[in-house]
Each structure stands twice: as C-alpha cells, then as structure tokens.
C-alpha cells in the first residue's frame, strides 16, 4: 500500500462536452422507474428532483469497430500478507466459506481463474518469518485447491538481505504448486525507501535496480527456483519514480525475467491527515488519471512482449477515509475506473483489500472461540457492487466498444460486444444534480434488458441495490432479494433510458433472433 509520504496524481479534466440531441423518452417507464427509486429515498436530504423529464445525454455506439478484448484474468485481488490468510482462513482452523462465495460472485461470467497478489507493505516489514511456515501457505493452498486461485507472491527486499528472499522463494516453491505461483514480487514501492527511512536520503533507481537484480540473480540460481519469472517494479507513486522514464526503463532492462510489469496506483490519497472532499471519488480526473499516465507504458510492456497489470490499486490511500471511500460514491468510481484501465490494454487490474481498512470491498468477523472459526459478514461495502457491475457489463472476452457521449453531465457510456454479438451499454451518472433520459443509438438490435445500480444517495454505505438485489444482511455472501430489470423497446434504433442522479446501469442487447438474455440469466 502506499505509505504517508504518497503524492496524489494530478487531476486530468474531462473534454468539452458536444451537443446535446432533441429528448426522445418512453414516460411511462420513466416514472415507474422513478417511483422505484424514490421507494429507497426516504432518507434524501437533497431538495433536487430526482428525476428531470429532459434528456440529458446521447450515446453512439459503433458494434462494427470492436477494441481491446478484456481477458478472463482482468480482474483481480490484492493483499498484504497477513491479511490474506486472515480473509481466506487457514484449514487448520477453519477456512472463510463467505470469501470463497463473495469471491466467486465475480467470476461467474466466464472470468478466471483468479488471480490474487499477496506482497504489499507488510511483506517488507519483514512480517514473513525466515522461512516462512505453513501458517502462511496453507490458507494459499487451499484457496487454489477450492477455487483455483493463483498468486503472485511477495519477497522481502526493504531489509537489503537477500537470503532471507532466497529461503522465501525456497519455502513457496516447496509448500505451493507450482502452477498456482505465477511469478515472485521483489519487495513493494521501492520507490518510498528513502521516505521511510529504509534507505539513505537521496536513494536513487539505480541503487535500486543494481539491488532488485542482484535478488532476481540470486532467486534464480541453481538450487533455488532456476527459470522463476518475476512480476515488478510495483512502484507506489512517489515521484520521480514512477510513470516516466524508470518504469520504462526497469521493463526494457528486465524483459528476459519479467512476466508482468506492476505498478500501483490509488485515486487519492489520505496519508498524513490529509482531507478528501466528499465528492472527491465522483469527479472524473479520480477516474482517468491512472489510465491516462499508464496508457505510454502499456504500449512499451506489450512491444517487449510482456503484460503489465495494476497490481494494487483502490480509491484513496493510506486505508481510506470513512464517509467517501465506503460510500457509493467508491461504487461509481470503481466500473469508470476500471474501464479507464481497460481501455488502454492493461491485462489486469488488482484492487486491494485489509483487515482493517475503510475502503475494501468486504470485511469479516471472526468468532475463533471454538475450531473450526465462524466466519460473519461484517460489510459488504459498496465497492463490490461496482466490481460486479464491470464483471456483468464486461464479461470475459468481449470487447470494448467505439462510444460517442454527448453530454454536459458528470456521466460517462462504456459498450462492450460479445462473441454472440451481444453488446452492454453502461451508464455512470456521477452527477449529484442532474437526472433525466439518456438516448442510446443502436440500429440493428432488438428490445434490451437493463439492470439498475442505486442506492439512495451517493453518501450511502447500506442500501445499495445492483439488480433490485442487495448483499445487506446476507448470511453467506449470496444477493439478497428477487432479481429486477427493465425492458427497454427501440424507436428508430434509438433506446431511451431514464437516469437518476448518482446512479448507474446497463442495457443489455441481443439481435433479432439470437434470443433475448435477460438479465436474471446474468444477475445471479
């Protein structure tokens, strides 16, 4: 994670906003629409209407130019040791059968296997002991054993001894198959060293790369794990390392051992006591700016045959903030964000998680008063609506869609099409005072099904319904609740869908013919 010295990104504005289109909206389902909503809304504050009968954005989409194919491996999870095998749960003591669930919710749309990345800070606070035991391995273990999870894995660098990496590796490789150990992580944000007082002031990438090759020569020595690829940098964000010049640097210098570059990124950060404006994770810079400073890299990785992945990313570092990373708010940022990412041709993304934290997407309780431990749902929080959300509108293997968005609103339109051809509208309305009707043209498709995500403001924590389903008070990590959606009819090519502010949804489309696959065969 980041430490207290991470610099936020700067913010990087949204494009001018192109003429509207003359209102085209059915007002009958507009109302029932608003009704619903405003069922939940008992507790708005806000004097603004919920919905305007105006139009309020127009979509194009263009179903002939299909882009970049989201892979089934694109979403991930991240965590710090000692944190994971306190969410997986260790077979010795009982194993977390609502992680498993909560965790196979989102890879229920033909995405896997999944992939988890377990480093992070604590990795280098030397929490791993020398070697390590199986208290750490065998939650691992058996996490790929009842899912089929696979790893990258942290090693220690921070401490600048490199055998105590060496008996890491060795105690992984003995204790981990070997096709779950996809490749090692040498240390974590190296980039923050010299903040943290873990290298001298002024510590320099060379100093670091001279270091981090040093520990990838020793790993893949004969009697260690000869052949091991490596998943790094994993810088962090603090400047100058990060972005530019030494990340490019690091893949090209490092392509014959590297599988995967890494780098972190969070939305903003809270370190040091700093505020964040509680609309802070519905501007659109929150959204764009790690897409939008990745974007170069991504090219480089792909040209020296490599994949690169955000291998630690959230809303706000430094643990979040209560009121605005736990919020809906955190729902809304998490599908922009991530079709941002996916747009550039990232091959994967990993959003962090603790024990302990304000903005992961769950958190348990634990009885351990008896064997095996009971496991309860402390939060499911708002976050995860948004990660399933991207899961269902970006299924794996479609590809991303040509969108032409015409709006003054805060709200942004995200398409993708399947190999059957069906094609998923998304709207994100991240506008806290404009509602109405959103036009989406596409010719060629039949009546559409949409599913709704609302909660009954974008403050909200609870209350939050994705499919007219809800994992408030759920036992097990099932959706609670009867599935919901709407039939959308075109009109000339042209679906209109009404809005509510801070809301979102998507429309999914079939051809004539190829049979209409509504949305409770996808909101499971």
């Known amino acids: 994670m980041f430490n207290q010295q991470k610099s936020e990104l700067s913010p990087i504005g949204s494009g001018a906003a192109e003429q509207r289109q003359p209102p085209t909206f059915n007002l009958k389902r507009l109302l029932a629409a608003a009704i619903a909503v405003l069922a939940l809304c008992d507790a708005c504050s806000s004097n603004l209407p919920l919905f305007s009968t105006g139009n309020m954005a127009s979509v194009r989409v263009d179903a002939t130019r299909p882009g970049f194919q989201v892979p089934a491996t694109f979403l991930g999870i991240s965590h710090d040791w000692g944190d994971a095998e306190k969410m997986m749960g260790d077979p010795a003591t009982g194993t977390n059968p609502i992680y498993r669930k909560l965790i196979n919710n989102l890879f229920a749309y033909g995405a896997g296997p999944p992939i988890f990345r377990v480093g992070a800070d604590a990795d280098d606070l030397t929490y791993l002991p020398d070697p390590p035991t199986t208290a750490q391995t065998a939650p691992l273990l058996q996490l790929y054993k009842d899912i089929g999870a696979k790893f990258y894995i942290g090693v220690n660098l921070r401490n600048s001894e490199v ?8 105690f992984f490789l003995q204790h981990l198959p070997a096709d779950s150990l996809l490749a090692i992580e040498i ?6 060293y010299q903040f943290v007082k873990a290298r001298p002031p002024g510590y320099t990438y060379g100093e670091f790369l001279a270091q981090w090759q040093e520990w990838q020569r020793a790993i893949n020595a004969p009697g260690v794990a000869p052949g091991m690829k490596f998943i790094g940098p994993s810088f962090g964000g603090v400047q100058p390392w990060v972005w530019g010049l030494e990340l490019g640097s690091f893949l090209h210098t490092n392509s014959s051992t590297l599988s995967v570059v890494s780098q972190h990124w969070y939305a903003g950060s809270a370190c040091s006591g700093r505020a964040i404006p509680a609309d802070y994770l519905l501007r659109d810079s929150s959204a764009t700016s790690g897409a939008r400073a990745i974007a170069p890299i991504v090219s480089q990785a792909h040209a020296a045959g490599l994949k690169i992945r955000m291998t630690e990313m959230n809303s706000i ?3 979040g903030q209560a009121g605005i990373t736990d919020t809906f708010a955190s729902a809304l940022w998490a599908i922009d964000a991530t079709f941002e990412l996916a747009r550039t041709g990232l091959d994967g993304v990993n959003f962090h998680m603790d024990t302990d934290d304000a903005y992961g997407a769950f958190l348990f309780n634990v009885n351990n008063a008896a064997k095996p431990y009971i496991y309860s749902i402390n939060v499911v929080r708002p976050e995860y609506y948004g990660l399933l959300f991207f899961q269902q509108a970006a299924p794996a293997g479609s590809k991303l869609l040509p969108v032409r968005l015409s709006t003054s609103a805060n709200l ?7 190999p059957d051809k069906t094609v998923r509208v998304s709207l994100i309305n991240k506008d806290r005072n404009t509602s109405g009707t959103v036009t989406i043209n596409l010719g060629g498709y039949g009546t559409g099904t949409l599913v709704r995500l609302i909660a009954p403001l974008y403050q909200s924590k609870t209350g939050v319904t994705f499919g007219g389903q809800t994992f408030d008070g759920s036992p097990d990590g099932a959706a609670q609740g009867t599935s919901a ?3 959308v009819a075109p009109r000339d090519g042209v679906y209109s869908v009404p809005m509510p502010r801070t809301s979102a949804a998507y429309l999914t489309l079939t051809l004539p013919g190829a049979g209409a696959r509504v949305a409770e065969t996808e909101h499971r």
């Open 163 to 170: 055998k105590i990496a060496i008996d890491q590796v060795k």
């Open 187 to 192: 240390g974590n944000e190296p980039d923050d």
């Open 317 to 319: 570092a430094c643990n």
């Open 412 to 418: 942004k339109a995200w398409a993708t099409i399947g």
């Open 485 to 487: 959606y709407e039939t």
